[in-house]
């Protein structure tokens, strides 16, 4: 699976919008861009994936760029609970999840 | 949704002895599980990879005697750390997928283990 590269940290005002920057330049055909999240001393929560479409659930959007070589995730209106590590993760279908060292996300009121 | 427990949540133990840690699927059933190793201020680092009724596949580096995987159901996973010392104090974190025809993996809550 390709590796991503995200930047450590990132401060968000609540009620704002917070968008995550990932890399992953070398992301192959076959593979799937995942988020999860984790809050602190809690297992890793679910948010959105996909393949080459623009993706949106209940809890946030996933932009995808063309060429398929970045990606945003977007939580359209930041709160306190927002507050926690995102992971993004390209992985081939079925291919087991191996975490990187994510985004520190502080929002802050 | 799919909602994955763990038992127990907390464990404090003493050097030398061994501890078990449950993982269930308790609304579906799971084909594979995967065990999680997570120390403070570091990332997950998947340690094994269970499929029911069958040995458990280890990542590189994780010793298969010290760190017992059974996956003897499709709704059970235990690990059992053995003969734990303090430098295995972590969280530990299980996740469970339904079928090789999905690629959903649903995590549990963690199990914070102290080794004295």
């Known amino acids: 699976d390709a590796k991503t590269t995200q930047p450590p940290s990132m401060d968000c005002a609540e009620g704002r919008a917070a968008n995550l920057p990932c890399n992953h330049s070398?992301?192959?055909?076959?593979?799937?861009v995942y988020w999860y999240r984790q809050i602190h001393s809690q297992g890793p929560q679910y948010i959105i994936h996909?393949?080459?479409n623009n993706e949106t659930n209940e809890m946030a959007s996933l932009i995808i760029t063309e060429d398929r070589k970045s990606s945003t995730l977007i939580l359209p209106h930041a709160t306190l609970r927002d507050t926690a590590v995102y992971y993004c993760?390209?992985?081939?279908?079925?291919?087991?999840?191996?975490f990187g060292a994510g985004t520190i996300l502080r929002v802050k009121s | 949704g799919a909602v994955v427990s763990q038992h127990p949540s907390w464990v404090i133990c003493k050097s030398g002895t061994s501890v078990k840690i449950e993982c269930r699927s308790l609304?579906?059933?799971?084909?594979?599980m995967f065990w999680y190793r997570q120390f403070p201020k570091q990332s997950l680092m998947l340690m094994a990879t269970?499929?029911?009724?069958?040995?458990?596949?280890?990542e590189q580096g994780v010793e298969k005697d010290k760190f017992l995987i059974n996956h003897a159901s499709l709704t059970l996973s235990t690990l059992t750390v053995t003969s734990a010392h303090p430098e295995d104090s972590s969280f530990y974190i299980c996740?469970?997928?339904?079928?090789?025809?999905?690629?959903?993996?649903?995590f549990g809550p963690g199990t914070r283990l102290t080794v004295t």
């Open positions: 609304d579906f059933q799971a084909t594979t």
């Open positions: 070398t992301i192959s055909g076959n593979e799937y």
């Open positions: 996740s469970a997928r339904a079928g090789l025809g999905t690629n959903e993996q649903y």
């Open positions: 993760i390209a992985r081939e279908y079925g291919n087991k999840l191996v």
């Open positions: 269970s499929n029911e009724g069958s040995k458990a596949t280890y």
């Open positions: 996909g393949l080459k």
